[in-house]
């Protein structure tokens, strides 16, 4: 089996797609330019001959499914909606959008075969140069082939190099029925990379009960534990008056945003913090002398110690209302997401399947308690548990993002495996 060109081609394609998410828009998708690859998407999955193919043109959502063929199942075929009888059958998720801190318009990717270790020239005219030494990453991938910009754009690897090995998967096995597989289904999904999180995929309509998210960088690792995740909010108000008289009437909101900045622990910051460390994190300041806003992220693993951080903001607020008086300070905290792993536990098998299928492409899986959170945090405590397998890609969200072709290869092997476990 030789995916080479198949992987990189629909890489290639997907790349040229500008599908940026955004941060401010409150639309739904956040850009209507996701459509434009969930159209693409849509399509192939009807060329390559998958079933229930769906775009759900309100919240850009794509869904694919290819049936199962065991014996036992193909007497009692799966509606759209219903999960395939037995445990054969799971599901696979990635998203469409690339993150919107770089440019993703005009993506011009290019290959270099047989990377012979040195530094990379993304760009001759403009003399940008990809060097060794600033990532030393680079090095794994000697004699592979690997997928660049132009180094003015990112290149979205994140995530299409998953929807890349997943398609190819897909076509395989739907042109390859001698291989003996329970359901599988397919849910593409936008805004991940601006906290989208897949709220908007209708697990009914996906059907399967379990499933795997596609959306990390390096290959063979998986991941089963995430933070636990809030935002917090700070309304600060406070009382503006000419500074000549202002003794004992001033209430400066910008001193306050500053006096509760200065309270959060050095210890606790994303900087200073590493492994499974929590932290607090200061995203934006906006302030006047009447009015000040500050929003904070929260994250930790542990719920216990999650828990006693948003209680320690709670406990900031209440300072400063008792320092300056109340209503000063309004605190508002909103859940974002939570560590997956209560959730994973209590279906081992998933990461049994996973590991034997990484095992069996001829690498050690590896597991990280990733310092973020991905779709399967949402979708597990929706009631589909769902781990995270790695994309393959490097630096993203950067310019000098790349993707290995044979690390999306991989990808499709491992999944053809695990499609093997599942179906045992």
Same mark, same amino acid.
């Given at each position: ?6 992987? *990189?081609?629909? #890489? ?137 910009? +132009? ?33 599988? +289904?397919?849910? !593409? ?37 995430? !933070? ?26 910008? *001193? ?7 309270? #959060?622990?050095?210890? +606790? ?9 929590? !932290? ?19 994250? +930790? ?10 209680? !320690? ?6 300072? #400063?209302? *008792? ?60 009631? #589909? ?13 950067? *310019? ?25």
């Amino acid at each position: 089996m030789n995916f080479h060109d198949k992987v *990189r081609d629909r #890489l290639i394609r997907y790349a040229k797609i500008d599908t940026q998410s955004s941060n401010t828009s409150k639309t739904v998708p956040t850009t209507a330019r996701q459509f434009d690859l969930a159209r693409v998407l849509t399509d192939e999955l009807k060329s390559i001959g998958a079933s229930d193919v769906y775009l759900d043109e309100t919240n850009c959502v794509v869904y694919g499914r290819i049936p199962s063929n065991l014996p036992e199942e193909a007497e009692h075929p799966a509606e759209a909606g219903q999960a395939s009888p037995g445990s054969h059958s799971f599901g696979l998720v990635a998203h469409m959008d690339t993150a919107p801190d770089a440019s993703g318009e005009n993506v011009k990717p290019w290959v270099l075969e047989n990377y012979d270790g040195s530094d990379i020239v993304l760009n001759k005219e403009k003399n940008i140069v990809m060097k060794v030494s600033q990532y030393p990453n680079l090095k794994n991938y000697i004699g592979q082939d690997l997928v660049l910009t +132009d180094g003015t754009t990112l290149l979205g690897g994140d995530d299409k190099a998953s929807l890349a090995a997943i398609m190819t998967m897909a076509e395989y096995l739907l042109a390859h029925p001698e291989i003996k597989h329970g359901q599988i +289904d397919l849910g !593409f999904t936008p805004d991940e990379e601006v906290g989208g999180l897949a709220r908007n995929l209708d697990l009914d309509r996906f059907g399967s009960k379990v499933a795997y998210t596609l959306d990390g960088d390096y290959l063979g690792y998986y991941e089963d534990e995430t !933070f636990n995740a809030s935002q917090a909010d700070f309304e600060i108000h406070g009382i503006s008056v000419h500074t000549g008289t202002a003794k004992g009437i001033m209430k400066n909101a910008n *001193r306050i945003a500053a006096q509760l900045i200065d309270s #959060l622990p050095q210890t +606790d910051l994303p900087e200073t913090t590493q492994g499974r460390q929590g !932290f607090y994190h200061v995203v934006s300041v906006s302030s006047t002398v009447e009015n000040a806003h500050v929003t904070m992220i929260v994250r +930790d693993h542990d719920a216990d110690k999650f828990a006693d951080r948003e209680n !320690f903001l709670r406990s900031r607020a209440q300072e #400063l209302n *008792r320092q300056y008086g109340p209503g000063t300070v309004e605190l508002t905290i909103t859940p974002t997401y939570r560590n997956m792993k209560e959730i994973i536990d209590t279906v081992p098998y998933l990461i049994d399947h996973l590991k034997a299928a990484i095992r069996k492409a001829g690498i050690e899986p590896k597991s990280v308690a990733f310092r973020g959170g991905t779709d399967g945090s949402a979708l597990s405590w929706r009631g #589909l548990p769902s781990p995270n397998l790695s994309a393959g890609y490097e630096n993203a969200h950067g *310019r000098f993002e790349y993707v290995p072709i044979q690390s999306m290869e991989k990808n499709v092997e491992i999944l053809l495996n695990l499609v093997q476990e599942f179906a045992k």
